[in-house]
Structures are given as structure tokens and as C-alpha cells.
């Protein structure tokens, strides 16, 4: 979320006193530190920046205030007073910090969000955490959560395993996601001096003759862990009805394999109770981003060699390692180690 205010200035180089009031009213308010960009309209200079500000929103007066939630979303408001409260509404929906380190109790919040929404579920651990609470993206499901995370306009991280087997359809799609919210998306790479070693003796498709589990251990498990390690939480976009090793999936739990930055890590896992259904009724709805391999007949996606097309009636994971067992399709970053 970036905020930009647009002030006039006069020919005579002063600010024009609206737009002093106004920024007034934010420093006494406190508000004014929110804003990430000033922005002047001069007058009698059509094309100074405030000015092609003005006229693409259409707007005739400063100051004028935009509040930019993601590609295409842009807030405005014409009223300081008003732009104040939304920024002071938006304001008390980040973390509180002195929550932070107190307990929490897994057990007794796991009860209460039996029932609820998943935007519940978001806004509760961003509210909580922030940017230290980090949004696991590769599918449909965590644009699903991109979106929700964005429209509360709370703080949150984003980060995608790259393999370096992705599609070239997955690749772009990464990159739309990143444009289309304005985000940051932290892309975690293998060891090199690991996975050199690993194509030296087995090659590029070892998996097919004996198992995923250590080209996944190199190229995603790895670099998860150490993407882990620097927050206190993390998201993820896992359902239950999605394979039968996520059938009893919480949706908040200490994650039983990974560290955050302090120990203990909070694992969420909002569309818990949510049907492929409801995930692309969302979509819909606010049309989100997806990957393109949708159209083709993809339903999971993965790395392309370990990722095929889904046959009418198939179990929509059946595409991702066919070759193994349905229980033993799960690619490390949801197992405990010793599972
Ligand atoms: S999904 Fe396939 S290519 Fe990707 S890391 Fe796992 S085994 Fe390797």
C-alpha cells in the first residue's frame, strides 16, 4: 500500500493554504509520517506531476489523496478529514507489537477459529504479526490469500520457491502476481554448490527412478527452511479435501518441521475448510490472478516434469508425481522430518 498526496503550488511558489491546513491536520493527528509521496501541482503547469495526477483521477481541487491498495485499486479522497479516518481505520489494523511476545495458545484459538471465514483467519495473524508473517505463494489458493491480506491493507510478506523447473507459464505468472498487488516477492533458490552436486551424479530426471524426495529436499525444502527463518509465521494455502496427507489440516498449528526467526513458528492455514469450489468462486469474484496452465487442463501445479494434466474424475492432485503412491505425494514442505 503506497500513499501519495497531491498539494498545489502557487505561481508565487507558496503552497496554497488548503493543502498547508491539510497537512496540519495530519501532523496533529499524527498521520502525516503515512504518507509516502508528496506530489505538487503547479500552477499554470499542466504537465507538472500533481497536475496529470489531477486529471487522471479527474479531479479540479487540491489537495487530493491517493491510497494505492494494488494494481488498478486506488482510493481517493478529496477530503483531508475523510483520507485521515480511512488512514487511521487502515492504521489500526497493523500489528499491535506489544502482542507480539505474548503466548499464544494454539489450542484455544484453533476452537475459536473452528467456524470462521478465512479473511477471519488473515486478518487475525496479520493483525498479529505483519510483515513477519510471510504468505507461502506458488498456487491458486495463495494468490487467494494475496488478495484477501491486500484488501485489509495490513502488512505481510510474500515469498515463492523457485526451483528452477518451474513452467515458463508459472514464471510469468509470479511476476504478474508481484505487478498486479504491487508487492514484494522474495524468491528463494537452491544451494548452488547442492544442487551442482546433485545434477552431477544423478542428473536432471533422477525422480522418476527413485522418488521425489531428494531433488524436492534440495530445490524446495531447503530453501523453505531457510525462508522460514526469518519470520514468525507463515501462511499457506492448503485445503483438507486436497490429498489424503492434508485430510486432518489445522488451520493454525506450531509448524512441526520448521523454525521461524525466534523458535517456535506459527503455521496457518486459512482455507483449511475451503473446497476447490470456493477457491475459484473468489477468483470470480475478484478476479484474481492465476496461472495460465489452468486453461490447459492443470490443476496442481508444480515443477513441469513432476506436473501433468488431470484427467475428467481425477483426484485434482493426481498430476503431481503420478508416478508415486497418492500418499506419498507430498513434497516435504508440509511433513514433519521424521513422518
Ligand atoms: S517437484 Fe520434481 S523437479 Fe521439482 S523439486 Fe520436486 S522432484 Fe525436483
Not at 487530493?64 to 482510493?75: A, D, Q, R, S, V
Not at 530426471?205 to 526469518?230: N, T
Request: proline share 5%; net charge negative; glycine share 6%.
Amino acid at each position: 500500500m503506497k500513499i501519495t498526496m497531491v498539494k498545489k503550488r502557487l505561481a508565487d511558489g507558496e503552497p496554497c493554504e488548503k493543502c498547508q491546513q491539510a497537512e496540519h491536520l495530519l501532523r496533529e493527528r499524527g498521520l502525516w509520517d503515512t504518507i509516502d509521496y508528496v506530489v505538487w501541482a503547479e500552477e499554470g503547469d499542466p504537465e507538472s506531476p500533481g497536475m496529470l495526477l489531477a486529471a487522471e483521477h479527474k479531479v479540479k481541487i487540491a489537495p487530493f489523496f491517493l491510497i494505492h491498495i494494488k494494481k488498478g485499486e486506488t482510493l481517493l479522497f478529496r477530503s483531508a478529514l475523510r483520507f485521515a479516518k480511512e488512514v487511521e481505520k487502515l492504521k489500526a489494523n497493523q500489528p499491535n507489537k506489544e502482542l507480539l511476545d505474548t503466548a499464544i495458545d494454539v489450542d484455544a484459538l484453533s476452537t475459536e477459529f473452528a467456524e470462521a471465514s478465512p479473511q477471519q483467519v488473515v486478518k487475525w495473524i496479520l493483525g498479529r504479526f505483519g510483515e513477519t508473517c510471510a504468505i507461502a505463494f506458488s498456487g491458486a489458493e495463495d494468490v487467494v490469500l494475496i488478495d484477501m491480506a491486500a484488501r485489509f491493507g495490513l502488512d505481510f510478506s510474500v515469498f515463492c520457491l523457485d526451483t528452477g523447473r518451474l513452467h515458463p507459464e508459472t514464471y510469468q505468472f509470479i511476476d504478474k502476481v508481484r505487478k498486479h498487488y504491487d508487492i514484494e516477492i522474495r524468491l528463494m533458490s537452491p544451494d548452488a554448490q547442492a544442487l551442482e552436486a546433485f545434477v552431477l551424479e544423478k542428473g536432471l530426471f533422477s525422480f522418476y527412478e527413485d522418488g521425489h524426495k531428494e531433488c524436492c529436499g534440495i530445490r524446495k525444502v531447503a530453501p523453505l527452511r531457510r525462508a522460514l527463518s526469518s519470520y514468525r509465521a507463515w501462511i499457506t494455502g492448503q485445503r483438507r479435501d486436497q490429498s489424503p496427507t492434508r485430510a486432518e489440516v489445522e488451520k493454525l498449528q506450531w509448524d512441526p518441521a520448521f523454525e521461524g526467526v525466534d523458535g517456535p513458528l506459527l503455521k496457518c492455514n486459512p482455507l483449511a475448510q475451503w473446497t476447490s469450489a470456493q477457491v475459484w468462486q473468489y477468483i470470480q469474484q475478484y478476479e484474481v490472478p492465476y496461472n495460465p496452465l489452468h486453461e490447459k487442463g492443470f490443476i496442481s501445479i508444480g515443477c513441469e516434469p513432476c506436473t501433468r494434466t488431470v484427467r475428467p474424475n481425477e483426484h485434482e492432485r493426481a498430476g503431481r508425481w503420478w508416478w508415486e503412491e497418492s500418499t506419498k505425494r507430498e513434497c516435504g514442505l508440509h511433513v514433519a522430518e521424521d513422518e
